[in-house]
């Protein structure tokens, strides 16, 4: 009822000539959804991506009508953020393809994706299918240029990002067997001219992150792998090494101490940082979990283990102990 005629009210968009009514239409327009990418790895380290095109009505037969790049910005890097541009170009059926091959170095850190299309700001990326089969157990062939590995993952907030790593020399953490005494790990040296000939005579060095001048070393023991199929090309690629914590223990006094785990050629040359990078794990971290076992030190009881890093590093922490519960 209307307070003036007391007669009923009409919604103003009632439609009908009997009087009938239909409920009101929303006039809110849903965002629409941001474009994805579809994402394949080779062995090699390069990734191809596959997105479709901008809307109806683009004719992929005619590249100078359009222009499209997938931008990759290096995150951190405020205003002026390093960025890399791919060309997009049509696929010969009805999407756009961008690769990254692996031989443009990405340098190290998270790439944020975007595509941009004309002079349209450029756009984030989601995630869509990603066939990441062939960096399960990778082993890169014989080289001495830089380690190239780029892992597509979701972002927090579900965009596409980019983790990238460049090493050369690389040294890939295998198995770990932590005990009470201390850790014992293996792993495969990549990127020198002569593993054997490097890994005679190395050293693995655990450097304190509290105090850069406090290093300890442990010798390194080559391995050979009889059950590999093609264990001629792997002589003298593999090590092992045991730290005892109690080494480690002696420097710690109190908080937290990390140690990171390097690999040292004996005529001085560069080092090789030991990481766990040649799988489809961005973040081994939250994967790969070792026990924190005690460890006897001088200033108060202590426990000890190895973890990975943000940036998949091998490292050892030293930390007080807990009190025993009761």
Known sequence: MTPETGKPSVPA????SGGSTTPEESTIVSAP????????????????????????????????????????RHRGGGDE??????????????????????????????????????????????????????????????STSPLSVRIPYATKHGNLSLRSWLRGPHAEAGDLHPDVSGL??????????????????????????????????????????AEDASAEEAD????????????????????????????CPADGSEPARIARLLDDVVDKQQIFTYPVLPVDAAYAPAQAGPYYTADNDLAIRIEERPPAAG
Do not use: M
């Open 236 to 263: 003298g690629q593999d090590f092992s090494f045991t730290l005892e914590y109690a080494r480690l223990a002696e420097e710690w006094h109190g908080g937290l101490d990390v140690w990171d785990l390097w690999l």
């Open 81 to 142: 953020a390093e960025e890399i541009r791919l060309p997009l170009a049509p696929d010969g059926e009805g999407r756009l393809r961008a690769v990254l091959p692996s031989t443009v170095a990405l340098p190290e850190g998270r790439w944020d994706v975007y595509v941009a299309f004309a002079d349209a700001e450029p756009r984030r990326l989601v995630p869509g299918l990603a066939d990441l089969r062939s960096l399960v157990d990778r082993r890169p062939g014989p």
């Open 33 to 72: 959804a941001p474009p994805r990418a579809d994402c394949i790895a080779d062995s090699a380290g390069g990734l191809t991506f596959d997105l479709d095109a901008p809307g109806p009505g683009l004719d992929l037969s005619e590249p100078d009508h359009w222009t499209a790049a997938l931008v990759l």
């Open 13 to 16: 968009n009632a439609a009908g």
């Open 184 to 225: 014992t790990a293996h792993g495969r040296l990549h990127r020198v001219a002569d593993p054997a000939a490097w890994l005679t005579g190395a050293v693995v060095e655990a450097r304190c992150r509290r105090a850069p001048d406090l290093v300890v070393t442990a010798p390194v023991t080559q391995e050979k792998r």
